[in-house]
């Protein structure tokens, strides 16, 4: 996520948080590569030129506090000006005080909104919001059915209507149906166009006046760049958007729009799509995405996310087994490398963490089809070989490595890094203090 943006802003920053005296020509200097910078993410040119009149005027001749040096002073205000344009302070859904509260989702077509309307389903679910999907693309073909394939797999209800032609009508009586199934929250999945027209903004314009929605929030692609905020610009001039989706921020996104939309729109992002399935939608925090921007990481996310994803009493368990005689076997290994994987792809959980260089991360190409491969090498052996694998001999090397579609080599070289693993946590386990079960080199 922004691994370019952070890696550019961070060298630059770094330059100056070694000098001792910040001079007006030192600052300035480094604002005109923070510039640079800023404009290859995509950042609108209004919106950085403010930013840095902003920056400069806190930065230039800036006071020498104890143990602070100015440079560390100046990363600091660049935080602080990071946090404002991104929006100060986390944006929730404002709900209704009085059921069913209705949200709008509106987008370009291939933004992700039906999507994005199954992922946010499933996250209000399980914040006891009790959703309800309506489907109300009357135009592109199978939208209603792939909502009503979204909201069977999240477990929720949907109202659908094929043979609707009046989209106000059609997304009244889905509000109806959400009252019959006393739902807490209504998800209105509209139609998108390939681009903005007259003819979307007038039927949108109807249903906002029909159905009063207590949220519009706009689904924009986040890959999109400076188009992203053109476009969030133009539904809020029709609509008034109460907030922002932005989607595919996994992907290679510049960061230009995350970075833009809030200043140009005064919506605020509410949420951020990291990935393809359904779980991957986390609400957007200022403060924790500039953390990540300048490489200060994002733990409270992390935590969180863990806290969601992992399985408490099965990490209990592998905790008791850690300091077990026996200790961990390669069952064992299996289920704690599928808990860690339930956190998303690696690259992302790694970038989280304080001081992880992005383009340390992007060199070391961390490459997920490994965890995969040591999966189906694992899942190739018996039950007794999983739990005791002093009896793999060669042919039964052979055969878990045919199994597996694999090489021998690889299956020598996993169980050796397991047999290291299996002594450093008996070690940990001993002294009383031990970590996830993955040993140095896992996987690989």
């Known amino acids: 996520m922004f691994d370019q943006l952070s890696a550019k802003l961070t060298a630059t920053l770094q330059g100056l948080a070694g000098r001792g005296v910040l001079t007006e020509d030192a600052v300035k200097e480094g604002l005109r590569e923070i510039r640079r910078v800023l404009l290859e993410a995509d950042v609108s040119f209004e919106l950085t030129r403010e930013f840095l009149d902003r920056v400069q005027a806190k930065a230039v001749g800036v006071t020498t506090l104890k143990d602070v040096r100015p440079g560390h002073q100046l990363v600091k205000i660049v935080y602080d000006e990071l946090v404002a344009l991104l929006g100060e302070k986390q944006a929730p859904i404002a709900f209704a005080s009085v059921p069913p509260t209705i949200i709008l989702l509106v987008g370009l077509q291939g933004s992700g909104k039906t999507t994005t309307a199954g ?3 499933r996250r209000l679910k399980l914040e006891q919001k009790a959703p309800f999907l309506v489907a109300a693309d009357i135009y592109r073909p199978a939208a209603q059915e792939q909502l009503a394939t979204l909201a069977r797999q999240v477990e929720v209800g949907c109202y659908t209507d094929p043979a609707a032609k009046d989209v106000v009508a059609l997304v009244r009586r889905g509000i109806e149906a959400a009252g019959h199934a006393r739902a807490r929250t209504v998800l209105v999945d509209t139609a998108g166009r390939l681009q903005i027209d007259d003819e979307m903004m007038a039927e949108l314009r109807r249903l906002k006046a ?10 924009a692609d986040g890959m999109t760049g400076q188009d992203a905020v053109r476009i969030a610009q133009g539904f809020h001039d029709a609509l008034g958007l109460t907030g922002v989706i932005l989607t595919k921020l996994d992907g290679d996104a510049r960061g230009g729009a995350a970075l833009s939309i809030y200043g140009v ?9 990291v990935g393809e399935k359904l779980d991957a939608l986390e609400p957007f925090h200022p403060d924790r995405m500039a953390g990540r921007i300048l490489q200060q990481g994002d733990v409270l996310s992390l935590v969180e996310r863990a806290q969601s994803a992992l399985d408490e009493r099965e990490a209990e368990r592998l905790a008791r087994k850690v300091k077990s005689r026996k200790g961990l076997d390669l069952e064992d290994f299996l289920r704690a490398m599928r808990q860690m994987q339930k956190l998303g792809p690696l690259k992302n959980v790694l970038g989280m963490l304080p001081g992880v260089n992005p383009a340390a991360l992007q060199a070391a190409r961390v490459d997920e089809k490994k965890l995969k491969h040591v999966e189906a090498i694992v899942l190739s052996m018996t039950p007794k070989e999983r739990s005791d694998p002093d009896i793999i001999n060669g042919q039964r090397r052979l055969r878990i490595a045919k199994g597996s579609g694999r090489t021998v080599q690889e299956v020598n070289q996993l169980l050796a890094q397991f047999k290291q693993m299996q002594k450093v946590m008996k070690m940990a386990g001993k002294s009383g203090g031990f970590g996830m079960p993955f040993g140095r080199g896992f996987p690989g």
């Open 210 to 219: 029909a159905v009063a929605p207590h949220e519009i929030l706009l689904v």
């Open 265 to 273: 729109t005064r919506a605020p992002i509410k949420y951020v799509g």
């Open 119 to 121: 992922k946010l389903a």
